[in-house]
């Protein structure tokens, strides 16, 4: 089992910045895919980045075209965390923010193919 505790989240003003974290426990984490959802009040979840599990070479990161340019996901092994810096944030990426966890270690943009999620964090932009 792989519990998950997202932190980070708060409000911003548009154009700031925010470094979201996802804590995991497990001595297995390095080979699980990370991905980062999202859910807007009213609105259903949606894909925002993955990066791949140990077992690949190079680590590979996927995006939703929304965040190109502007979020960074990456992962520390070491520390069982992986982060989503966010930039240029705009009101539009108001939401709870999922963190995500895949046995395979290959990236997917669909949530039901995760196996572990952690309990959200808030991220508010003010226009």
């Known amino acids: 089992q792989v519990q998950l505790v997202e932190s980070g989240g708060g409000l911003v003003q548009a154009g700031g910045s925010l470094r979201l974290s996802c804590a995991a426990s497990?001595?297995?984490?390095?080979?699980?895919?990370m991905g980062w959802f999202r859910q807007a009040s009213g609105k259903e979840r949606e894909f925002v980045a993955a990066?791949?599990?140990?077992?690949?070479?190079?680590?590979?990161?996927v995006y939703a075209d929304f965040v190109k340019g502007r979020f960074t996901i990456s992962r520390d092994n070491a520390k069982n965390t992986v982060f989503l810096q966010m930039n240029s944030l705009k009101p539009e990426d108001t939401a709870v923010y999922y963190c995500?966890?895949?046995?395979?270690?290959?990236?997917?943009?669909?949530?039901?193919?995760?196996?572990?999620w952690g309990q959200g964090t808030q991220v508010t932009v003010s226009s």
């Open positions: 990066v791949q599990g140990s077992g690949w070479s190079g680590s590979w990161t």
């Open positions: 995500a966890a895949r046995r395979d270690n290959r990236v997917s943009k669909i949530d039901r193919e995760y196996d572990y």
């Open positions: 497990g001595r297995t984490f390095g080979s699980y895919a």
